[in-house]
C-alpha cells in the first residue's frame, strides 16, 4: 500500500517552489483537531497515526500514513463543517510540507499537479477500502497480519510504535483480542 515517496526533483515543478521540509519528533501532532488547516503534508519517511476523538475524550485511529502517503486538510475539497481529524507521530517523521492556499491556485493550473494529488488521494482511499473489506470479510487474526504487513519492513517495529488500542482500531477487534492474538503470534 505504501511507497517511497517521490524525490523533490520528481514532483511537479511548480510544487518544488511550495515544499517546505518539516520534521517531528516521535509523539508529536503535525495537527490537531479544530485546529485551523492551511497545510497538506506528504510524508517522506517515518509513520503517522490519523483519527479523531470519541465524545468522551477517548482517542480514535482510523488510518496510518507512510513513506509515500499524503494527510492534511481535504476540506479543500469543499466539504461543509469543521476539520475535525488528528495527525500524531508515530516515530520520527520528515514529511513537506504544501501551503492550502498555493496548492489550490497551482491545481487549477498544472495539469501535472492534478494528476499527482489525485493518485495521493486514490491511493489513501483505496487503502481505507481495502481495510474496511478486511475488517468485513476477514477473521481476527488475518486483519491484524494484514495490518502488520501493511509496514512492510517495519512490520516487527510496528509493534512497537502501534498501541494495541491503535491496532484494534485499525483492525475492528477489541484491545483484548488484539493482545491476544500479539502473544500467540
Not at 3 to 9: I, N, Q, V
Not at 107 to 129: F, I, K, Q
Amino acid at each position: 500500500m505504501h511507497c517511497l515517496p517521490p524525490t523533490l526533483s520528481e514532483l511537479p515543478r511548480a510544487l518544488r517552489l511550495l515544499a517546505v521540509n518539516r520534521g517531528f519528533p516521535r509523539g508529536g501532532y503535525l495537527y490537531r483537531p479544530a485546529q485551523r488547516m492551511e497545510t497538506v503534508f506528504v510524508v517522506r519517511s517515518g509513520w503517522i497515526k490519523i483519527g479523531s476523538y470519541k465524545t468522551e475524550g477517548a482517542e480514535v485511529v482510523y488510518d496510518t500514513a507512510g513513506p509515500g502517503d499524503f494527510c492534511g486538510n481535504l476540506k479543500y475539497l469543499g466539504g461543509a463543517g469543521c476539520f475535525q481529524e488528528f495527525a500524531r507521530t508515530l516515530t520520527p517523521v520528515e514529511a513537506w510540507a504544501f501551503n492550502l492556499t498555493g496548492l489550490k491556485r497551482l491545481m487549477a493550473s498544472e495539469p501535472a499537479l492534478h494528476d499527482w494529488l489525485s493518485r495521493l488521494m486514490v491511493r489513501r482511499w483505496a487503502g481505507t477500502e481495502q481495510r474496511m473489506f478486511r475488517i468485513a470479510a476477514l477473521p481476527p487474526v488475518d486483519r491484524l497480519t494484514a495490518l502488520l504487513a501493511d509496514f512492510g519492513e517495519q512490520r516487527v517495529a510496528a509493534r512497537s510504535f502501534l498501541t494495541q488500542s491503535d491496532m484494534a482500531s485499525l483492525t475492528g477487534l477489541s484491545r483484548q483480542t488484539v493482545a491476544r492474538l500479539l502473544h500467540a503470534m
